[in-house]
């Protein structure tokens, strides 16, 4: 399966470049002109060549996608520092760093569900 994913991409890959390289004398010749027509405003750009537009787009995209990933990133930074917070609870006494207790719980094996031995322990004594 993973052989027949590799050789149809390539193929898609090779039609989509031939395709390009046959129409990039076209292409560069193209010119977009953008158009506002409301009751109220109309407005019209200068023509843009379209190989100005096309890494202009990939930037919009980067910083679109940039303010959706914002909200993420946030979300996981505060949920690192909950289970942080804690994994100093159940650290050893005496240790004042959560290194140590983070060490012994990622170091077990864990089982089928993800669980480590240590951890099932935990759960049938509570």
């Not at 019209?44 to 679109?64: D, K, N, Q, R």
């Amino acid at each position: 399966m993973r052989l027949f994913k590799v050789l149809f991409g390539s193929l898609i890959f090779i039609v989509l470049f031939v395709a390009v390289w046959q129409n990039i004398p076209s292409i560069l010749d193209k010119d977009i002109t953008f158009r506002l027509d409301l009751y109220w405003v109309r407005w019209e750009s200068a023509p843009i060549p379209i190989y100005l537009i096309t890494p202009l787009c990939f930037l919009a995209g980067l910083v679109v996608m940039g303010i959706v990933d914002v909200g993420t990133i946030f979300k996981l930074r505060r949920r690192v520092k909950r289970l942080e917070r804690q994994l100093a609870l159940v650290s050893p006494p005496g240790s004042t760093s959560t290194a140590h207790a983070l060490n012994e719980t990622s170091s077990g094996s864990r089982g089928k569900w993800g669980v480590s031995a240590q951890e099932e322990r935990d759960e049938t004594a509570s």
